[in-house]
């Protein structure tokens, strides 16, 4: 039985060596007026918070708001087999979580565990490059139980990133998993496929700064935004945002906005080095949030 009650981040941390990646908390009145959050010292949730595992690091995070409460999942890095898991943290006001329990394990590195939900379903497309696929999952018990459903793409991809417009789905899939350095762009009448690569398809080549995706895209006052993590000089640096000008089956425009970089290394320890994912969510009327990653050495 879950106890929402019994929260595990309440800021007082176990002993354990200084964390690399952890998750943090931003807030502010627009999807670009964020600072981290005055209600809460970030990190929010980091491998500190795992009791019952051996965890080198935490990342990617992506929530959903169901019935009441928020599900937060995100990558585990495990300390003996270093590869990846997917966790899902909980809590009823965004702030306090519960302990993060794995949800879905693999032979190969799991990560960037994009959730979502479609009519009543829920659906995971996580990053699975090592098993050279782009796999979707749906959950028998949401959400701690998920079964394999299709192979979306036999391709070598990370950090991929689904988006529904215009009665079609879109996939932006970086399909240069060491070098971050091309974007490639699908879409497909459902989200099982068939998946078509779009004609304009690579829309990002040789730039390791503008390749790699860093989250969900964005739909804010009718315009639609991406992100990309910023790999110079170092992988994942910080977060560009780009305005996605045009997306159809035959053209893709974008431009990249002027306020970048979007998200970057902060002052505190836990961010201190750099920055590289966010997952947005609109509370109210100017009133947003954002989940976000950070690195501390």
Not at 12 to 19: G, N
Not at 214 to 228: E, Q, T
């Amino acid at each position: 039985m879950l106890d929402i009650e019994n929260k595990i981040s309440d800021n007082i941390k176990l002993s354990k060596p200084e964390e690399t990646y952890s998750i943090g908390l931003y807030e502010g009145k627009s999807p670009f007026d964020l600072k981290p959050s005055a209600k809460i010292m970030n990190p929010i949730i980091s491998r500190n918070d795992i009791l019952n595992d051996n965890v080198n690091f935490i990342a990617d995070p992506f929530a959903i708001f169901n019935d009441g409460l928020w599900y937060l999942f995100f990558e585990s890095m495990d300390v003996g087999s270093r590869k990846g898991k997917i966790r899902v943290s909980v809590s009823k006001d965004k702030y306090y979580w519960t302990e993060g329990e794995p949800v879905l394990e693999e032979p190969f590195h799991l990560s960037y565990p994009q959730v979502f939900k479609e009519g009543n379903d829920f659906y995971m497309v996580p990053e699975s490059y090592e098993a050279n696929e782009v796999r979707l999952y749906k959950a028998v018990d949401f959400p701690y139980k998920w079964k394999f459903e299709k192979v979306l793409l036999h391709q070598t991809c990370v950090d991929t990133t689904v988006y529904f417009q215009d009665d079609l789905w879109w996939m932006f899939a970086c399909d240069t998993p060491h070098e971050h350095n091309r974007l490639r762009l699908y879409y497909a009448d459902s989200i099982y496929g068939e998946w078509v690569e779009h004609p304009k398809s690579p829309i990002c080549e040789n730039d390791n700064q503008v390749s790699r995706p860093a989250g969900k895209l964005l739909n804010y006052k009718g315009k639609l935004y991406r992100f990309a993590q910023d790999c110079k000089p170092f992988y994942g640096h910080s977060v560009r945002a780009f305005e996605i000008k045009t997306l159809d089956q035959l053209e893709y425009k974008e431009k990249e906005i002027d306020a970048n970089p979007y998200l970057k290394g902060g002052n505190e320890r836990w961010n201190r080095v750099s920055m590289h994912h966010i997952d947005l969510h609109k509370i109210e009327e100017n009133h947003w949030i954002a989940f976000v990653d950070g690195r501390s050495h």
